[in-house]
């Protein structure tokens, strides 16, 4: 499942980036057209996010999947009576991204949204703190200084089982983790964690995923 919340947020980073950038053009006419038509005209659920409770035309999402201009998507929006409809009748923003994670041999959702993915990111950053402050005795300012990479993967056990960490994960010292003399290394500088305990796989494991879902963190 982590895989899939990290799937889902880059599609929706390129999904947003792709809106900011869309200039007006007949292509982006002409896919809002064949994407918002049908949909329209047969009564299916229309794009909505929801702010303050209450849905609204997903006006984000859809100039990002089609590539239109804003302006074209509000035009459409206006003519179609987009903003009543999605109050009446709102639908979901799937991102093109494969559901993969399952939960007792099902998948654990149908599709991933394009407005749930910030949130999904969020609860996956601190489940993943969660599990490096139960697991490794860091301090919290220590488990916020991690970064990408600050952490190798653990060297199995002879027969196959998942092993220690034989290094412990270091920190960016930006006046936070100080080293086990308790100096505080100068600015821009990585420090290693002091460990009380070897450091579990799994907690390596998520150090590793934390310090990337942090680099990504709205």
Known sequence: ????????????????????SAQASPEGRAAL??????????????PASHKHGKPEFARMYVTGITGASFGQVDR?????????????????????????G????????????????????????TAAAIVCLYLTGMRPQEVQ??????????EPKVDGS???SS????????????VPSGRVPAAGRSSPIHPK???????????ALFAGVRRHLP
């Open 1 to 20: 499942m982590p895989g899939d919340i990290l799937a889902a947020w880059a599609e929706n980073r390129r999904v947003t980036r792709r809106a900011a």
């Open 33 to 46: 057209q064949a994407y918002l038509r049908p949909v329209v005209e047969s009564g299916a659920p229309i």
């Open 76 to 100: 459409f929006k206006k003519t179609n009576r987009l903003t009543a409809l999605a109050a009446v009748r709102p639908g979901s923003c799937p991102l093109a991204v494969q559901v993969t």
């Open 102 to 125: 399952r939960v007792n041999g099902r998948p654990w959702r149908t599709h991933l949204d394009f407005y749930e993915a910030p949130v999904l990111m969020r609860h996956l950053g």
């Open 145 to 154: 200084s991690l970064r990408s990479g600050c952490c190798p993967e653990p």
């Open 162 to 164: 998942p092993g220690l």
């Open 167 to 178: 290094r412990v994960p270091r920190a960016d010292a930006k006046g936070t983790a100080a």
């Open 197 to 207: 305990v070897q450091t579990p796989a799994l907690a390596v494991q998520t150090s």
